[in-house]
């Protein structure tokens, strides 16, 4: 078996497979890093985001890159050259395919995740057991499950773990939450998020051999993918449901954990979610929607309504934002208050809000300097109920049947408000979009009744609903259980 401390890994045969366990079941100190002491980070991930996270720690007083880590040879090879050209000769940056070989390694303090999303549980549950402080891109998790499990291994290990939704480190946008939260506007009714920005299709690209620079047994590592072709890798595997979310838990977690944040503190996860739209036009390889209604319920009443729209077209509605309705009939949208029936808003003017200052890079270096796992902008609790947000939308639309696209499509009972905000995107879709009436359809999920304190579903659907909470993984990199964390 194969031991893991709390600062390093033992090598052994069963390394190679992916096989971890823990030396023993105590609470592990993560270490302490002095405001004047070098910290030194592992950057797992080096195409796309990786780059940012390259340029966000570089800009870092006292901060070392000591590794980066890339299954791709030729990513790697000129990540590391962008790289020494920067450094100039002050320290020595190490080019490894596997965040094992970094973990391994008592002088790293932590680990930086821009792998695609199937891998950032498991990679940030890998860096808790070894003492390693963790920043991981949104969403910090691929399923309802192993967010969980994320939650845990930060409570057994006391690292830092900080998620890569830039919003949380924003002080305005915190004290509009207060405010929000402490009435100054009347009650929260819909907290509206809209992750809606044009793509293009992917195409369709033919199953065929990986390429000899990429390892392509550490780039799939849990996901469950029997064969490789070339819109997988490096950036449309967030459109397959085995490595990605779509846009709902791409782009959009950012504005669906602004949504989450808005309602009272004390709730968690909705009691019931449902989610409709499809993939328009396109005729390509991808899975996920690109066009999506999702609507979740909490157990005070308040929703969270979410948006996506991808298809780009003349005179396109661009809106990656969030917007605030209330019980009395006010409003805020791009910025304004507009109070109950007016048609002139103003602008909010709100004290700024309790964040760890510095931005999303500069509060986690503070953290870890502190060793204080409540500093961070976006801790791993909030990461997770931000992130189970979307996933419940995402499996309630995974579980829909397709019904002709017209307005009759959108089923909500009673509710007007998701009704109105429904016949928006619809109106979109066939008058700008061109979306014929008489021969185009919807994916419409069912309503999915969820327990908040279990994470678990009831009701109507729940056996399909609750075997989408857990994606198999693949033998080596399987996400542990809870109980085994």
């Not at 948006?307 to 003349?314: C, D, L, M, S, T």
Request: hydrophobic share 35%; proline share 5%.
């Amino acid at each position: 078996m194969n031991l893991l401390t709390r600062r390093s890994f033992i090598r052994n045969s069963t390394l190679a497979a992916g096989a971890f366990a823990l030396v023993s079941g105590t609470r592990s100190s993560a270490k302490v890093i002095g405001a004047n002491d070098r910290l030194r980070i592992a950057v797992a991930g080096c195409n796309g985001r990786g780059k940012s996270h390259i340029a966000g720690w570089l800009e870092q007083p006292n901060v070392e890159i000591a590794y980066l880590v890339d299954p791709d040879k030729k990513v790697l090879e000129r990540s590391l050259q962008a790289l020494a050209e920067k450094t100039k000769g002050k320290y020595t940056t190490k080019g490894v395919s596997d965040i094992r070989r970094a973990l391994e390694d008592p002088t790293v303090d932590a680990i930086s995740i821009a792998a695609p999303n199937h891998w950032h549980s498991l990679m940030t549950i890998w860096g808790a057991q070894a003492g390693k402080h963790v920043y991981v891109e949104k969403p910090m998790s691929h399923d309802v499950a192993e967010g969980r499990i994320v939650v845990e291994a930060q409570k057994k290990y006391g690292v830092v773990i900080q998620h890569g939704t830039q919003r949380r480190s924003d002080e305005k946008l915190a004290g509009l939450h207060e405010a929000i939260q402490a009435g100054k506007f009347g009650k929260l009714k819909i907290s509206y998020g809209y992750c809606c920005k044009p793509r293009a299709s992917i195409g369709m690209k033919a199953v065929s051999a990986p390429p000899s620079h990429l390892d392509w047994n550490l780039w799939r590592g849990p996901a469950k993918i029997s064969q490789y072709h070339e819109n997988l890798v490096h950036y449309n595997w967030h459109w397959f449901w085995a490595t990605g979310n779509g846009d709902m838990n791409n782009q959009g977690t950012h504005q669906l954990d602004v949504a989450r944040w808005a309602l009272e503190p004390q709730l968690t996860h909705p009691v019931r979610v449902m989610a409709m739209g499809g993939r328009f036009q396109w005729n390509d390889q991808g899975e996920t929607p690109n066009t999506m209604f999702g609507i979740g319920e909490y157990p005070n009443g308040q929703y969270a309504f979410f948006n996506v729209r991808n298809v780009n077209y003349k005179g396109y509605v661009h809106q990656v934002e969030n917007e605030y309705y209330f019980e009395d009939g006010g409003k805020i949208v791009k910025g304004l208050y507009y109070g109950k029936g007016k048609n002139t808003g103003e602008k909010v003017s709100v004290p700024p809000g309790k964040v760890t200052p510095g931005g999303n890079w500069a509060s986690f270096i503070a953290a870890c300097r502190a060793g204080k796992p409540e500093m961070a902008n976006g801790n791993a609790l909030e990461a997770h109920n931000g992130s189970v947000l979307g996933h419940l939308m995402n499996n309630s639309y995974r579980l829909g049947q397709k019904v002709p696209f017209n307005a009759k499509a959108g089923r909500f009972g009673d509710n007007k408000d998701a009704h109105d905000h429904f016949m928006k995107l619809h109106e979109m879709m066939r008058d700008g979009v061109g979306v014929p009436e008489n021969g185009a359809e919807y994916v419409v999920g069912p309503w999915l009744t969820f327990d908040p304190k279990t994470e678990t579903h009831t009701g109507a659907f729940a056996k399909e609903a609750n075997a989408l909470l857990k994606d198999p993984n693949s033998p080596g990199f399987e996400v542990p259980s809870v109980g085994k964390v």
